[in-house]
Each structure stands twice: as structure tokens, then as C-alpha cells.
């Protein structure tokens, strides 16, 4: 768990959570983050993540628990890959994750996420429907043309895997405790921030994917070799400390 000394300004709990990942060329990637940022690598090979979930009481730190739909509780689904500030590959803190997009069942967190943390969500309608270990999940970007983007999958989550351990695939692509974002400052220019985040670590299930159909990959300029097996992992739950950007 990373410890922060600053205060956190958020709170929120993930839950029914599928980790999708693909391999994929850095090359391909390299070209689509900031110019600031390289590509991570594990064992030589990058990784494209789609997860879909759902958040639950995203609120202040101190704020009451007042569940809402669409405003502290709704589904999001994001499309992501793993980079560090050029320079800074040594230090294991600065490893977070590129955001290709965000889709999100609330308008409030879209436009909020874009105004203050800069991330490129999108308006979607979703939703998700679980039975036991059987989760069913459905979104459509509704930014812009109507069903340009949308994915509908079906998981099974199955046993507990033991805790991962840095030097790990699972490790690699789930405990990842930054963001990054570009920030315009006065004038033109742009700058790298970074956000930060603190959890225990992920309680990770392994998964059977038994449904997907996908165009929210290729929607970021992505395409997947189909030919290849995602790597799946599920979690069930997990409380999440948030802080605010800040200039790397």
C-alpha cells in the first residue's frame, strides 16, 4: 500500500471489476501518449487494459455516505496503458497508468473528471446486471455519433489468487497508484500531472470470459490482434483514497 502525506480530497469504492488486457507493440502505443511519457513494459511487451466497473460513494474524504445514482454511484469502463515521466523508469512510484478513454453512466463525473483531472471521459449509457459469480455488462458512448463505441461482456469470476508480488504480470498491470494527464497552463503550453491514488492491494480473482464484443479499443486507434488470449483477472471490491493533480 502507498502512503501519501498529503490529505486526500476523494473517497470511492470499485467494485465488480474485470481486468482485460492484450499485449501489444510499445511502438504501436508509443505514439499515441505525450511525448513526456514512455511506454512500460513487462518482459519486453506493453499492455493494452479495458476494465469495466462500477463506483460506489465517490465523495469528498469527509463528506456523509449519501448514495446517488449518477452522482456518487454509477458504472465506468476505461481504456488504458502503462507509462512513466521519461527519466524516471527507477522510481517504482512513478509507474501509473495513460487513460485512452473514460465512459461513464453520469454526467456530473464526466464533466467533472474533464474540468478538474483533465481525462478524456465520454457520456455513456450502461449497465450491469451479476448473479452469483456471473456478471453481465453493457455500454454505449453516446458522445458524439450514438453506438460508435460500445462493449458488451460477460465474465465468470472464479477462485481467490494469492496476493500478487512486484516482478509479477498481475502485479504489473493491477497495482498502479498514479494517473497522468495533461494540464494546459496559462497560455499554451502544456503540462504533465500526475494524480495520485492509495488502496490496499487488489483481492484479485482469476476470471473466465464467456462474452465480449468490443469497439471501445479500437475507438482509441487500437487494434487487437484477435488471435490472442486476453489475460483476465476479476475483483469484487476495493476502498480508494484520491488526491488532486499535481505538476510532475
Same mark, same amino acid.
Given at each position: 500500500?502507498?502512503? %501519501?502525506?498529503?490529505?486526500?480530497?476523494?473517497?470511492?469504492?470499485?467494485?465488480?471489476?474485470?481486468?482485460?488486457?492484450?499485449?501489444? =507493440?510499445?511502438?504501436?502505443?508509443?505514439?499515441?501518449?505525450?511525448?513526456? /511519457?514512455?511506454? =512500460?513494459?513487462? =518482459?519486453?511487451? $506493453?499492455?493494452?487494459?479495458?476494465?469495466?466497473?462500477? +463506483?460506489? =460513494?465517490?465523495?469528498?474524504?469527509? !463528506?456523509?455516505?449519501?448514495?446517488?445514482?449518477?452522482?456518487?454511484?454509477?458504472?465506468?469502463?476505461?481504456? #488504458?496503458?502503462?507509462?512513466?515521466?521519461?527519466? +524516471?523508469?527507477?522510481?517504482?512510484? !512513478?509507474?501509473?497508468?495513460?487513460?485512452?478513454?473514460?465512459? $461513464? !453512466?453520469?454526467?456530473? $463525473?464526466?464533466?467533472?473528471?474533464?474540468?478538474?483531472?483533465?481525462?478524456?471521459?465520454?457520456? *455513456?449509457? +450502461?449497465?450491469? #446486471?451479476?448473479?452469483?459469480?456471473?456478471?453481465?455488462?453493457?455500454?454505449?458512448?453516446?458522445?458524439?455519433?450514438?453506438?460508435?463505441?460500445?462493449?458488451?461482456?460477460?465474465?465468470?469470476?472464479?477462485? !481467490?489468487?494469492?496476493?500478487?508480488?512486484?516482478?509479477? %504480470? *498481475?502485479?504489473?498491470?493491477?497495482?498502479?497508484?498514479?494517473?497522468?494527464?495533461?494540464?494546459?497552463?496559462? @497560455?499554451?503550453?502544456?503540462?504533465?500531472?500526475? @494524480?495520485?491514488? $492509495?488502496?490496499?492491494?487488489?483481492?484479485?480473482?482469476?476470471?473466465?470470459?464467456?462474452?465480449?464484443?468490443?469497439?471501445?479499443? #479500437?475507438?482509441?486507434?487500437?487494434?487487437?490482434?484477435?488471435?490472442?488470449?486476453?489475460? /483476465?483477472?476479476?475483483?469484487?471490491? /476495493?476502498?480508494?483514497?484520491?488526491?488532486? /493533480?499535481?505538476?510532475?
Amino acid at each position: 500500500m502507498h502512503v %501519501l502525506t498529503r490529505v486526500p480530497i476523494m473517497r470511492m469504492r470499485w467494485r465488480h471489476l474485470l481486468f482485460v488486457h492484450w499485449p501489444v =507493440d510499445a511502438r504501436v502505443l508509443q505514439p499515441l501518449v505525450p511525448p513526456a /511519457l514512455e511506454i =512500460d513494459t513487462f =518482459d519486453g511487451r $506493453a499492455w493494452v487494459g479495458l476494465i469495466p466497473f462500477t +463506483m460506489e =460513494d465517490v465523495s469528498p474524504r469527509l !463528506a456523509p455516505r449519501f448514495p446517488l445514482r449518477g452522482v456518487t454511484d454509477f458504472h465506468e469502463c476505461n481504456v #488504458r496503458t502503462y507509462v512513466y515521466p521519461r527519466g +524516471m523508469k527507477d522510481d517504482p512510484a !512513478a509507474h501509473g497508468v495513460w487513460f485512452f478513454s473514460l465512459d $461513464a !453512466a453520469s454526467r456530473l $463525473a464526466v464533466r467533472g473528471a474533464r474540468r478538474f483531472y483533465r481525462l478524456p471521459y465520454f457520456d *455513456a449509457r +450502461m449497465w450491469l #446486471r451479476r448473479e452469483g459469480d456471473v456478471v453481465d455488462y453493457s455500454t454505449t458512448r453516446i458522445n458524439g455519433v450514438s453506438g460508435s463505441a460500445s462493449l458488451h461482456c460477460r465474465w465468470r469470476a472464479l477462485e !481467490a489468487m494469492p496476493t500478487s508480488k512486484p516482478g509479477e %504480470l *498481475a502485479h504489473f498491470l493491477t497495482e498502479r497508484y498514479c494517473l497522468y494527464a495533461l494540464k494546459r497552463e496559462r @497560455g499554451s503550453a502544456l503540462s504533465l500531472q500526475r @494524480g495520485r491514488i $492509495a488502496h490496499e492491494p487488489w483481492p484479485l480473482r482469476r476470471a473466465e470470459l464467456l462474452a465480449m464484443d468490443d469497439s471501445l479499443v #479500437r475507438a482509441a486507434g487500437i487494434e487487437i490482434d484477435g488471435s490472442i488470449a486476453p489475460v /483476465l483477472y476479476h475483483a469484487d471490491a /476495493l476502498d480508494v483514497r484520491a488526491w488532486g /493533480l499535481e505538476r510532475v
